[in-house]
């Protein structure tokens, strides 16, 4: 592709995290009950997201990494809609082969036979059959290898497999039904059983003294303050009975993993007015909220969002927590 092409989709793929956040949403989109995901190097050379989804044949996957020039991410209607829905209208596979070398192996429920598709840079370089389970496989190497300046920007391989696993581990609390397993340069560090419950997920990924130490926040727009929110739910440990000396928080909102700093220090907040300063939460929070309040001028594709009352939404959170912990 054209270097004015590169640089969008390297607007567009941030790091390591935003591809497998982008390969496990379209898993979860082809309502796979398995998620394998793998890296090298903390994602920098290499991203391997295995399902057992419904598949594509030959025709969808050529088209599935084609430009969708339907598609402007300018429009201020699909930033909404990006926030709202885990697809959003055919950018990523795209923006990904663009900047790496991307192969997807995928085979169609039912079918006899499946393909291989190999992408380099953004162009197609061979499609052919191949022998392979059902479900799909997408392979993503050598993460900006065209183009250096955005590599340039990738920090030390141990931190983006940090922010690779809150993004996994985010998947795996919000769908305890489908069984999640991430593994980094061939150690596996978790696997979810996908029975079903919440708790099995977060015992799988936190350990079991997290997991029982976990209380349920739940929280509707009535017993939350005037906010953005409209409903707050999710999982938070309680400081009495855990240490950690960081704090691991996911965020979603609207169904998708988010980084926002207003969630994360509204529960550092909620935790501090509680108890020790040593004590870092684990947490896990859903964040259901009307898509127009979200500030569009952050790009969908990217981890970060901020809410147009960001000082709204953190009292909200942090109203949320205190009472999850309260209530215990
Ligand atoms: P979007 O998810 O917004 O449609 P993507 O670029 O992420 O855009 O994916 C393009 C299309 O490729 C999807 O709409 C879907 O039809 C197909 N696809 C991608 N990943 C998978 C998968 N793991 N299993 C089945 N189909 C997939
Ligand atoms: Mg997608």
Do not use: W
């Not at 039912?110 to 840079?121: I, K, N, Q, Y």
């Amino acid at each position: 592709p054209k270097t004015v092409e590169r640089i969008a989709a390297g607007e567009v793929v941030e790091r390591p995290a935003s591809v497998v956040k982008e390969l496990v949403e379209n898993s979860l989109d082809a309502d796979a009950s398995r998620i394998a995901v793998s890296v090298e190097n903390g994602g920098i050379d290499g991203v391997r997201v295995a399902d057992d989804g419904s598949g594509m044949d030959e025709e969808a996957v050529r088209r599935a990494v084609e430009e969708h020039t339907t598609s402007k991410i300018t429009d201020v209607e699909d930033l909404e809609r990006g926030v709202h829905t885990l697809g959003f209208r055919g950018e990523a596979l795209h923006a990904i082969g663009a900047v790496s070398r991307l192969s997807i192996t995928t085979r169609p429920r039912g079918e006899a036979r499946g393909t291989e598709l190999v992408v380099e840079g953004g162009d197609v370089e061979r499609s052919k059959p191949a022998g392979c389970p059902e479900g799909t496989t997408v392979e993503v190497a050598d993460l900006f290898y065209n183009v250096p300046a955005r590599r340039k920007y990738l920090k030390r391989p141990a931190t983006e497999a940090d922010h690779v696993q809150r993004v996994v581990t985010g998947y795996a609390l919000a769908n305890p039904d489908v069984a999640v397993s991430f593994e980094a340069d061939g150690r596996e560090r978790f696997a979810t059983p996908g029975r079903g419950d919440r708790r099995s997920a977060v015992m799988a990924v936190y350990g079991r003294e997290v997991a029982s130490a976990m209380v349920p926040i739940e929280g509707d727009a009535s017993a939350l303050p005037d906010g953005p929110l409209e409903n707050v739910s999710g999982l938070v440990s309680h400081p009495e009975t855990t240490r950690a000396s960081r704090e691991y928080c996911s965020a979603f909102v609207n169904g998708r993993y988010v980084t926002a700093s207003a969630v994360r220090e509204a529960i550092v907040d909620a935790y501090g007015t509680q108890l020790a300063p040593d004590r870092y939460p684990f947490a896990v929070v859903f964040l259901d909220v009307d898509p127009a309040t979200v500030d569009v001028n952050v790009h969908p594709r990217k981890l970060e969002v901020r809410f147009a009352d960001e000082a709204g939404a953190r009292e909200q959170v942090r109203a949320a927590v205190e009472r999850a912990l309260l209530d215990e």
